[in-house]
């Protein structure tokens, strides 16, 4: 079964600093790959997907991931952090080669000082 | 074009009872998958549907149960309710065309269960 870690609980950041949060997987073939967001009280907002081909995605407010197969790796990154990016973050994988069925990250935290 | 809703919002029970949640999928999408979020297990994967029939199955207890009708709108019901049902419950929407769809959420309905 596939699995995801996020290996950071919570992050802390300045406004303007860059940010890169870390997400590994666990699956047999091309994953496809999810990162989403959710700010507090609210349901989960997708940031970005990889299915296959330019290793780099973009995504909405600003953010970018890499896949990097050899690492088993799906970074989110952003060169400059704004206070509205506080939320939470969830990398996730869907399951047997498609984009049903997700299985998420425990989360990562960002907090941002201005 | 509308977003996913969810309905109702906010819910308090009591043990033992039963709920039923709503969600309305976008227009023209005709796959609703549920997921349960707590702080202990994180975001976990209840089921999903697609024209009517459960395509997809999580692994939760029988208590939970869910239906789609023809609109594609979806409930899920919770019997027999435990305080360990307390949760944001998200749903999702999505074409259903599996491979590289992607899945919008709503809001949540956030259920306590005293």
């Known amino acids: 079964a596939q699995s995801v870690t996020q290996p950071d609980i919570h992050i802390t950041v300045s406004e303007g600093a860059s940010l890169e949060l870390r997400c590994n997987y666990s699956?047999?073939?091309?994953?496809?790959l999810f990162w989403y967001v959710q700010s507090p009280g609210q349901g989960l907002q997708l940031l970005l997907k990889?299915?296959?081909?330019?290793?780099l995605v973009q995504g909405i407010k600003g953010f970018e991931a890499e896949f990097k197969r050899s690492q088993s790796s799906f970074n989110l990154r952003k060169p400059s952090v704004h206070w509205s990016d506080a939320a939470e973050y969830f990398c996730?994988?869907?399951?047997?080669?498609?984009?049903?069925?997700?299985?998420f990250g425990t989360g990562t935290r960002l907090q941002v000082t201005l | 074009k509308a977003g996913v809703t969810q309905t109702p919002r906010y819910l308090i029970k009591t043990r033992g009872q039963q709920v039923t949640l709503s969600c309305s999928p976008i227009?023209?999408?005709?796959?609703v998958s549920w997921y349960q979020q707590t702080p202990g297990q994180g975001l976990q994967f209840l089921f999903e549907y697609f024209s009517e029939t459960q395509r997809n199955k999580g692994n939760f207890p029988g208590r939970f149960s869910g239906r789609q009708f023809s609109n594609s709108r979806s409930e899920m019901n919770v019997s027999t309710l435990e305080l360990g049902d307390s949760a944001l419950y998200l749903c999702?929407?999505?074409?259903?065309?599996?491979?590289?769809?992607?899945?919008?959420f709503g809001p949540g309905t956030r259920l306590t269960v005293l």
């Open positions: 996730a994988v869907g399951d047997s080669g498609t984009a049903s069925k997700l299985t």
């Open positions: 999702a929407s999505s074409l259903g065309s599996g491979g590289t769809d992607t899945q919008y």
């Open positions: 699956y047999g073939a091309t994953p496809y």
């Open positions: 990889y299915f296959s081909g330019d290793t």
């Open positions: 227009s023209g999408h005709r796959s």
